[in-house]
């Protein structure tokens, strides 16, 4: 069918040479290629909605030296592989693109689409793809089938992750972040061979590596998208040196220890150093008494409960019956996933999430921005659509709605109008702004500075495997000031990159966190100010129907938009992180008092 496609094409393009009526050919172009774009729509979702599933099976159902559902999985994904690759689609997408201004814009933004998605798994590319194929799936196995364990017992990672948030000695401390990072000796040949594979796939279609590959779909370059997250950096680093000099102290005083240089890794309530906001704790806001006392499945129904009361849609029966959402029985015989996610499994209505929700605040607000997925799903899925283009308008907007109503779920006036705290308890507002920097501000030095550098190292500079960790650390102690406990050099195997997640499954996409960052303060500014008429650092979202009605517009057109033209039109300015420094800029004045006398070991500029 597409071979047939490509060829009448051809024929069709030489007609129109000869055509003095150009309205007539247009219509003409345009009319096959809808009938091309229908037809391979139809085939897209068709074999995707098949490797979804067989994803969905691999990270929810994982059997250790059981290799039926991987193999399945690699089976579904290469026949992706192989019709998104043709040569036929590829040539097709090629020649319809030549002629772009006679087709209509949503045409195109198809055959971009098409050839963007085609330039992962090119038929030219041959045996390369199975391989990363199977190379992907087998590194997914080794990472969410290993086995934590903690002086000689099994542990699961929330386990590990309650040890680093609670105020146990530095002893335990220490034990929990070292066995957090053993599973990735486990990972570091997995990882180079996934960097050659990945380079080798896309270099057929004309990329550089593959970081310039996943770059490109924003429109950009290896060079502008570095620029545009060493810019981030560049915008809070004064408040991160602010940050990050107030924890040297406060850890070493919590831990009786000399004020260190640079922040332990194990002295950090995060794995990665990525959330300090633990270390806060704002009296009156602690929600966890009420959580636990409420339950996983209580904290699920109240997030789908807030989305409905902006005016979205209920939750479909299917997302209950087949998303995988609370911690596997200690008693499993399997093991799954660790990390939240959200799954579209047929571009349409099946939507699911995968968890494993505790009733603490960590999941109060990862279940709300998981939804904001879910529910960006469920909106851009409609007849205006087509499915290939049903996806963010970049995917820092698929972040960015997520993260923001995690923001907004712990702000004071939606706590009380839920009855997670009482109506008008004393609170101490800078430490609020303080827990909130510690979570949104330090991510930035960890997203855009280390992951986003070190993949790009990883990629496009070809980082040697016995360069791995030594890398990893340089970046670590340059952007967020953070060193090992001890030395972990390469040659005794370690590989604590390949200790995040992402690095295996979602590779070279990191920024994206960093951009969603950025955009959540500007729309949630936007929204705050123009719509709810609130304070930014004191709203409620619950219950408001303009604000819904503001975000399913930003929602509804899914990738058929030029996402800075989206952006600038729903919210009046470009892409800034304005907003986020605004937001912030009250805490400034506290910090620089809380760090009078004190030294400060971060430069005033990188």
């Not at 055959?111 to 992907?136: C, H, M, Q, W």
């Not at 929990?176 to 997995?190: F, M, N, Q, Y």
């Not at 006392?293 to 989305?307: L, Q, S, V």
Request: net charge neutral; with cysteine; glycine share 6%.
């Amino acid at each position: 069918m597409k071979l047939i496609y490509a060829f009448s094409l051809i024929a069709l393009l030489a007609g129109c040479g000869k055509s003095n009526e150009k309205s007539t050919g247009d219509e003409s172009l345009q009319s096959q290629a809808q009938a091309y774009l229908d037809s391979y729509n139809q085939e897209y979702q068709k074999l995707s909605t098949a490797s979804n599933e067989g994803q969905w099976r691999l990270n929810t159902h994982i059997v250790k030296g059981d290799s039926t559902d991987s193999k399945a999985a690699a089976a579904y994904d290469e026949a992706v592989a192989k019709f998104t690759g043709s040569t036929a689609n590829i040539d097709s997408a090629k020649k319809y693109l030549a002629l772009k201004e006679k087709l209509s814009q949503i045409q195109v933004k198809q055959f971009e689409y098409i050839l963007f998605v085609a330039g992962n798994n090119p038929a030219t590319a041959g045996k390369l793809v199975k391989e990363r194929i199977d190379a992907s799936n087998a590194q997914l196995e080794r990472l969410y089938g290993f086995t934590y364990t903690l002086n000689g017992k099994k542990v699961s990672t929330n386990d590990l992750d309650a040890i680093l948030k609670s105020s146990s000695p530095l002893s335990e401390h220490s034990a929990a972040w070292a066995a957090s990072k053993e599973v990735g000796k486990t990972l570091k040949d997995g990882l180079v061979q996934l960097q050659n594979l990945r380079n080798g796939c896309v270099t057929p279609l004309g990329y550089s590596d593959f970081f310039a590959y996943q770059v490109s779909e924003y429109g950009m370059n290896s060079k502008e998208m570095l620029d545009l997250t060493q810019g981030f950096i560049k915008d809070v680093w004064p408040l991160y040196r602010e940050l990050h000099t107030w924890a040297r102290y406060e850890l070493a005083k919590k831990y009786q220890k000399p004020v260190p240089q640079y922040l332990p890794a194990d002295w950090l309530p995060n794995r990665w150093g990525q959330d300090w906001s633990a270390m806060v704790n704002v009296e009156g806001l602690n929600i966890d008494p009420v959580l636990k006392k409420n339950g996983p499945e209580w904290i699920m129904k109240k997030g789908e409960e807030f989305w409905v009361s902006l005016g979205f849609s209920k939750l479909p029966q299917t997302f209950w019956e087949k998303s995988s959402l609370y911690p596997l029985p200690a008693n499993a015989v399997f093991s799954k996933n660790n990390h939240a996610s959200a799954w579209h499994i047929d571009s349409d209505k099946d939507v699911r999430s995968l968890m494993s929700v505790e009733p603490n605040t960590e999941w109060w607000t990862t279940v709300l921005h998981e939804l904001g997925h879910i529910y960006y799903y469920m909106e851009y899925s409609n007849p205006q659509v087509p499915i290939v283009l049903r996806g963010g308008a970049n995917r820092g907007f698929h972040e960015a709605f997520g993260s923001m109503i995690g923001l907004a779920s712990l702000q004071k006036p939606l706590l009380e109008n839920q009855g997670l705290i009482a109506k008008g308890v004393a609170t101490n507002d800078t430490l609020k702004l303080l827990g909130e920097a510690l979570s949104y501000v330090v991510n930035i030095p960890w997203g855009s500075g280390v992951m986003t550098n070190f993949e790009y190292e990883l990629y496009a500079n070809h980082l040697p495997k016995e360069q791995y960790n030594a890398k990893w650390w340089d970046l670590v102690k340059k952007y967020q000031g953070i060193v090992p406990p001890q030395e972990r050099k390469d040659a005794d195997g370690y590989c604590d990159a390949a200790t995040k997640t992402h690095i295996n499954d979602d590779p070279a996409q990191y920024y994206d966190y960093s951009i969603s960052n950025i955009l959540l303060f500007q729309v949630h500014d936007h929204i705050a100010k123009n719509i709810l008429k609130q304070d930014p650092h004191a709203t409620n979202y619950w219950g408001s129907k303009p604000a819904g009605d503001f975000l399913r517009k930003l929602m509804r057109p899914g990738a058929t938009v030029e996402w800075r033209e989206h952006l600038k039109s729903a919210v009046g300015s470009e892409m800034s992180a304005k907003p986020m420094v605004d937001y912030f800029s009250p805490l400034m004045a506290y910090l620089k008092k809380q760090n009078a006398g004190r030294s400060y070991t971060l430069p005033e500029k990188l």
